[in-house]
């Protein structure tokens, strides 16, 4: 028996604001204890991401994180995320780092997504 959409996704939101960092699907899938499938995590988070209520990091591992959206968009007139995000490789905790990031661009190049990871040691690791 499948659970009820409305209950993952609230377990889902819930896990991810819990935890405050990023997470990918196999870590919301263990922290679930696999109570919710698979395609109900992806399709739960892509829902989150439409909504903006998440958004969507992709780590140098390939592996896509997902992370609560709290300060991004909500002074802004555009949803947008120019925060800086880090990955541990010790204990390969992604998170959201309050540093805002400019890029320079040429002129006339205008920056909506931004997906910035830097992997290293957190400072619990380091
Ligand atoms: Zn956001
Ligand atoms: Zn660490
Ligand atoms: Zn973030």
Redesign the pocket.
């Known amino acids: 028996m499948k659970r009820r959409t409305t209950s993952s996704t609230t377990e889902i939101l819930d896990l991810l604001k819990a935890s405050g960092n990023a997470m990918s699907h196999d870590m919301i899938q263990s922290s679930l204890d696999s109570k919710v499938d698979r395609a109900t995590i992806y399709r739960v988070l892509n829902r989150f991401c439409e909504d903006g209520k998440v958004h969507r990091v992709v780590g140098d591992d390939g592996k896509q994180y997902f992370a609560i959206c709290s300060n991004c968009g909500a002074k802004k007139q555009v949803h947008s995320h120019n925060h800086i995000h880090f990955r541990?490789l010790?204990?390969g905790?992604v998170e959201c780092l309050d540093r805002e990031l400019s890029i320079p661009l040429p002129e006339g190049y205008v920056a909506k997504v931004h997906n910035l990871v830097i992997s290293g040691?957190?400072n619990?690791?380091s």
Do not use: P
């Open positions: 541990c010790q204990c905790t040691f957190c619990e690791c």
